[in-house]
């Protein structure tokens, strides 16, 4: 996984957020039109699609930060 827990789950939330934003697009009165709803309909297909690619292994950097005193 190339991205921190966190922004993967963030990612995810902000998807859902889009969701429901199309949700009230499509069905409120007025509805949005054709070309807004396929494009909110493309930007969250191409988010899914960046997710489903991020198949590498998981490894969390500890990063130790060490001062080095020895000077």
Do not use: G, W
């Amino acid at each position: 996984m190339l991205h921190k827990i966190s922004d993967f789950c963030n990612k995810i939330d902000k998807i859902k957020e889009l969701s429901d934003k199309l949700r009230v697009m499509k069905y409120s009165h007025p509805k949005a039109t054709d070309m807004e709803i396929d494009d909110l309909i493309e930007q969250i297909q191409s988010d899914l699609y960046l997710l489903s690619q991020d198949k590498q292994k998981y490894e969390k950097n500890n990063i130790i930060n060490v001062a080095d005193d020895t000077c």
